[in-house]
Every structure is written in structure tokens, then in C-alpha cells.
């Protein structure tokens, strides 16, 4: 198989699986914290984890593209520092929410 239909099934699978977290698994985690979280925060929440999905789904479909080396698909490189930045936050977003969750902790533990 040419390298450039491996990729192409490769997004498709990678934008499947997208689908599948957002409309699947994050409602799940919606109704598992909607109990112990309050509305306007469970609403950022989901936010915040939508986003997270949609730059490891832009990081990997650019990636894959750059695989195929097409001399158009080529020009893709310059946006892939942009990328790189965004993909070295999402650590970090961890310990904002390790922070809200001892935050958490701490307020059910006050009660």
C-alpha cells in the first residue's frame, strides 16, 4: 500500500476515536463528577477537555500528513512549532487539576 492511503486511513481512524471520546467517554466522566462538581465548573471542565482532544487529534493528523511527503502537504511543517507549544502545555494541565481536585478535597473536607 502506498504510504499516503496508510496515512489517510490513519486520521480517519484518529478522527473516529476523537468522536468516540467526546460524544462516548466525556459524558461519562460529566456524569460521574456532575454529583461533587458544581454546574458552571463541570461546564468549563468539559470545555477544557474538549480542547485537550482536539489538539492531540491536530498534533497526530499533522504528524501523519507530514508522513505522507507530499511537496503541498510539506507547507504543514510551519505550523507544527505552533503545535509544539500547545502539546508542551498539556503537562502542565495536570497540575491545574490536581490543584482543583485538593481544592475539592479540601472544601468537602471543611463540610
Do not use: C, H
Request: net charge positive; glycine share 6%; proline share 3%.
Amino acid at each position: 500500500m502506498n504510504v499516503v492511503w496508510i496515512a489517510i486511513i490513519s486520521i480517519i481512524f484518529v478522527i473516529i476515536a476523537a468522536y468516540l471520546a467526546i460524544t462516548k467517554i466525556l459524558p461519562v466522566v460529566r456524569d460521574l463528577l456532575s454529583g461533587i462538581v458544581d454546574g458552571r465548573v463541570m461546564g468549563a471542565f468539559m470545555s477544557l477537555l474538549i480542547i485537550v482532544v482536539y489538539i492531540l487529534v491536530l498534533d497526530k493528523v499533522v504528524n501523519l500528513l507530514l508522513v505522507a511527503e507530499n511537496q503541498y502537504l510539506n507547507y504543514l511543517s510551519y505550523i507544527t512549532p505552533g503545535i509544539a507549544i500547545l502539546t508542551d502545555l498539556l503537562p502542565y494541565l495536570k497540575y491545574v487539576l490536581l490543584g482543583a481536585l485538593i481544592a475539592w478535597g479540601l472544601k468537602l473536607y471543611k463540610k
